[in-house]
């Protein structure tokens, strides 16, 4: 009985933890946002000291996070910045006849 208790919380553990973990990788702009939101909860004045320090790790990493969504001005894909016209060296164009 207790057996089955425990694996059907560390099987729904490992459900939980794999489905936020597709979510950071399919939709960073969006998991970062949620992340700075309960970020900003556990930072409120009246918070357990607990609750305080995870607040602070979770805002920490959102100020190291780089690439897209961070607004942090990285160029790691040259979304934010002046871009180039992108070059074709290296690819081969095949063209079929008509």
């Known amino acids: 009985m207790i057996f089955d208790l425990v694996q059907g919380l560390i099987i729904g553990s490992?459900?939980?933890l794999s489905s936020l973990m597709v979510l950071r990788r399919m939709?960073?702009?969006t998991s970062?946002?949620?992340q700075g939101r309960l970020a900003a909860?556990?930072?409120k004045?009246?918070?357990s000291a607990p609750a305080?320090?995870?607040g602070k790790r979770l805002s920490a990493r959102l100020?190291?996070?780089?690439?897209?969504?961070s607004d942090n001005g990285c160029g790691g894909c040259n979304g934010c910045g002046t871009s180039a016209a992108p070059s074709r060296q290296g690819q081969e164009i095949f063209r079929?006849?008509?």
């Open 32 to 34: 970062l946002k949620i």
């Open 45 to 47: 004045p009246g918070r």
């Open 52 to 54: 305080h320090w995870l």
């Open 63 to 69: 100020d190291q996070a780089g690439g897209c969504g």
């Open 41 to 43: 909860n556990l930072l």
């Open 14 to 16: 490992l459900v939980l």
């Open 96 to 98: 079929t006849r008509l």
């Open 27 to 29: 939709a960073p702009a």
